[in-house]
């Protein structure tokens, strides 16, 4: 009998002791590994079901973006139904339902990972199938998202950055297997990252359109003339692109920049290269978000996106979870000057031009919700609507440039672009201990930049952030080490004695 591609992945954390529980992962339907694996077609539609799981609410159409990680970093207030968001708040991740929420997004992350281990598994072999450099372009993006999604598994259920010992953490999957991988320690979970990244970056420097084309080249609109009739090719906004392997690996090299100074300098390294990409017409590929793109709707600010999944269906997704009567709010104290809570965030003296703030914030009108305050970032204009969720933007880069920067006078020098884009007055940073008061400012940054994105959670993480600064005047979230690493599953924690 043909093996079917219902690729069995069996990984410590997700065997029952004594069971054969299999994780069942199949995202093609139910056809053989030769059939699938016999044409260029069929990887490339291997790829894209990756993609497609990837936008699964229980990872990145929902739980690490703007559900159960934004409730980890206290960025929604629950529905007062719910019992379960408040354990989920403080860290309790032995509740029944918290840790069901936590073993979901585990085992999907590992799934999409099992997606490109068949790709991977098969790709050498079938290299004859590939036409037009789209061998390199295959490989290198299923590379990548193995890594972005093991990175991601690394922030939540790994080690505080800073201290992360040398005992085995979590497995890194390379094959589709019915053996059993082993966890191995957090330096060399690391360098397999790394490893993964740098394959993906080589493969993809010659032959990515990203690299010649312009985005508005790459995106055609109805009636224009696609650059390629090969839609794999098209979009490339939406595909782990080669200036997408580089944003990732500055975010990597910057969670790994407490155990060695020269990560500091590779994120820097990295960071730069993405700003600096350009088109064959010498225009920059990504530009900062600003006032005319906010103004123009589109919220998530589409110019930043380095790496994005698209989903067809996100205004309805938007409506249901931020929409009047959706559960994502915070709640307002009535206090006359506008939106307590936010107040943190968002200065008075600020709102008048911050685009992270002009009207992105509406009251709920339905009833039993008029006390909360919705955000708009995901939600759709009614004409062109931008169907994205940004997963890497360029304004992170920025950021890393001016956490890294080695003198006062380099760190301003960036934040003060950072700041006229996102139409923010700049401040210098204290004369006295600039490193602190920069440290503050980054972290505020990361919070209102990225609200229902997913990376404020990591950010404290990284940080170690114990409670937000004290220019914050309502401090909503404290961590620590306890809250900051995630069990792992307990099926995985009584298989491995870990």
Same mark, same amino acid.
């Given at each position: ?6 690729y ?17 992962v /199949? ?14 077609k069929?990887?490339? $539609? ?11 609410? $229980?990872?990145?159409?929902?739980? +690490? ?11 929604w ?13 403080a860290?309790?991740?032995g $509740? ?18 099992a997606?490109?281990?068949?790709? +991977? ?6 290299k004859?199938?590939?036409?037009d450099?789209?061998?390199?372009? @295959? ?7 193995r890594?972005?999604?093991?990175f ?9 950055p800073a ?10 999957v390379?094959? @589709?297997?019915?053996?059993?991988h ?11 990252i790394l ?15 990203? %690299? ?19 839609d ?13 392997v ?9 969670? %790994?920049a407490? /155990?060695?100074?020269?990560n ?5 390294k ?7 990409? @350009?088109?064959? *017409? ?28 698209? @989903? ?6 938007? *409506?249901? *979870?931020f929409?009047?009567?959706g559960s ?6 009535a ?33 039993? *919700? ?13 004409t ?7 997963l ?8 890393? %440039?001016t ?6 006078t ?21 004369a ?9 400012k ?10 229902a ?12 952030v114990?409670t937000l ?5 309502y ?8 809250k900051y690493?995630?069990?792992k ?9 870990k």
């Open positions: 009998m043909k093996k079917l591609v219902t069995i992945l069996l990984i410590s954390g997700l065997l029952f002791t004594g069971c054969s529980k299999w994780l069942d /199949q995202p093609q339907g139910e056809t053989t590994e030769g059939e699938l694996f016999k044409t260029q069929g990887f490339r $539609d291997a790829l894209t079901g990756a993609y497609i799981r990837m936008k699964g609410s $229980d990872i990145y159409g929902g739980s +690490l973006m703007w559900g159960t990680i934004e409730y980890m970093a206290c960025n207030d629950a529905n007062p139904n719910n019992t379960a968001v408040p354990q989920l708040k860290g309790n991740y $509740d029944a339902t918290v840790r069901g929420w936590m073993d979901n997004i585990y085992e999907d992350l590992y799934k999409v990972i997606d490109v281990d068949g790709i +991977l598994d098969n790709i050498e072999d079938k004859s199938v590939f036409t450099g789209n061998y390199a372009v @295959v490989k290198g993006e299923s590379l990548a998202l890594a972005f999604c093991h991601d598994a690394l922030r939540l259920f790994g080690p505080m201290n992360p010992g040398t005992t085995l953490i979590l497995p890194y390379k094959t @589709v297997t019915k053996d059993i082993e966890p191995i320690s957090y330096q060399e979970f690391a360098q397999s490893s993964d990244l740098d394959q993906a970056e080589a493969l993809l420097k010659d032959v990515d359109p990203i %690299l010649k084309y312009s985005i508005t080249e790459l995106n055609p609109v109805a009636n224009s003339q696609a650059i390629f009739s090969d794999n090719l098209n979009y490339r906004q939406v595909r782990m692109n080669y200036y997408a580089l944003a990732l690996k500055a975010r990597v090299y910057l969670w %790994l407490s /155990q060695d100074s020269a500091k300098l590779n994120a820097v990295y960071a730069k290269m993405v700003i600096a990409g @350009v088109d064959h *017409n010498g225009a920059t590929t990504f530009r900062l978000g600003k006032e005319t793109d906010r103004a123009a709707e589109d919220y998530t600010m589409s110019p930043e996106h380095i790496m994005a999944l698209s @989903v067809y269906n996100l205004q309805s997704i938007a *409506n249901s *979870n929409g009047d009567g994502l709010m915070r709640y307002d104290f206090i006359t000057d506008g939106f307590y809570y936010l107040n943190n965030l968002f200065p008075v003296a600020e709102r008048t031009s911050d685009i992270r703030w002009k009207q992105m914030w509406n009251y709920k009108t339905s009833e039993g *919700n008029t006390n909360y305050v919705m955000y708009k970032k995901f939600i759709q204009k009614s062109n609507p931008i169907l994205q969720v940004p890497l933007r360029l304004s992170e880069m920025y950021l890393i %440039l956490e890294c920067a080695e003198t006062k380099e760190a301003e020098t960036v934040y003060t672009t950072f700041c006229s884009s996102k139409g923010i007055p700049f401040s210098a940073f204290a006295g201990d600039w490193i602190s008061d920069r440290r503050n980054i972290i505020r940054e990361y919070a209102r930049e990225f609200y994105e997913g990376q404020s959670f990591f950010t404290y993480k990284r940080l170690n114990t600064p004290a220019s914050w005047t401090t909503y979230f404290t961590g620590t080490p306890a690493v995630v069990p599953p307990l099926r995985e924690i009584n298989y491995n004695n």
